[in-house]
């Protein structure tokens, strides 16, 4: 029950109990009291809904604020198995169902676009409060699994926040997972001399509790805009 259909229901009792009070009292002073006890709770209810709508449209406002992309449809949170840094199977759709989730595929020698999202989610989740920090799921998964090893990746991701996931595996197992998520196969886009770098999807998407794919971020989202989402998407559910 809503806060107005409560306040509703308290006045149809409490009015009830007067109408017979008055009924059994019938006096000047009783129909008096009768008109402001009437005035009264009409003016409750009132201020009772309208602080209700306010809040109802502020929360609609944080939402319409959003700095990500507007997926349209429903796209479910995609289902594929990969390893984390510690050698253990990960099924990102069970692992992290039921909570928002950032998943992002990159790889740790990208020169500028990995760090600098993920410096910015990690300032943003660190000035946060612990309920927002504590409801967000962050996965990194690295397209380039000849230089990345588990141990590589771990350590790149634990400089920016060591509750971090991040995963590997094969190069048939990390296309399906892009595939699955929706973005396109990572493929080596120049080789020089001492390496190789890598052209990569720079979208981060951002799974609800919903399960579904919400929003999506493109490079040159700010800390204040990552700070900003994900405190209402979470606090807001």
Not at 48 to 69: A, H, N, Q, V
Not at 101 to 114: A, E, S, V
Not at 193 to 210: K, R
């Amino acid at each position: 029950m809503n806060i107005k259909n409560f306040a509703v229901s308290i006045f149809r009792i409490a009015q009830h109990f007067v109408h017979r009070f008055i009924i059994s009292k019938s006096t000047p002073i009783t129909y008096q009291i009768s008109i402001i006890f009437s005035l009264v709770f009409f003016a409750t209810i009132c201020i009772t809904c309208s602080s209700e709508d306010r809040m109802f449209k502020e929360d609609s406002l944080e939402r319409d604020r959003l700095s990500g992309i507007r997926v349209d449809g429903f796209v479910q949170r995609p289902d594929f198995i990969l390893q984390d840094t510690k050698g253990n199977s990960f099924d990102f759709q069970q692992e992290t169902s039921g909570k928002v989730t950032l998943l992002y595929f990159g790889y740790t020698n990208c020169p500028d676009i990995c760090p600098v999202h993920f410096s910015n989610i990690a300032a943003a989740l660190d000035q946060s409060p612990y309920e927002v920090r504590n409801g967000v799921e962050v996965i990194f998964v690295s397209v380039d699994p000849k230089r990345d090893s588990p141990q590589k990746i771990r350590e790149w991701l634990d400089f920016f926040d060591t509750g971090f996931v991040g995963l590997t595996g094969t190069d048939s197992d990390l296309e399906i997972a892009q595939n699955a998520a929706g973005t396109p196969a990572a493929f080596v886009s120049e080789v020089y001399e001492n390496g190789y770098s890598i052209a990569h999807a720079a979208w981060i998407f951002l799974y609800t509790q919903d399960d579904s794919l919400y929003l999506k971020y493109p490079t040159g989202t700010r800390q204040s805009e990552w700070a900003h989402d994900l405190k209402a998407l979470v606090l807001q559910n």
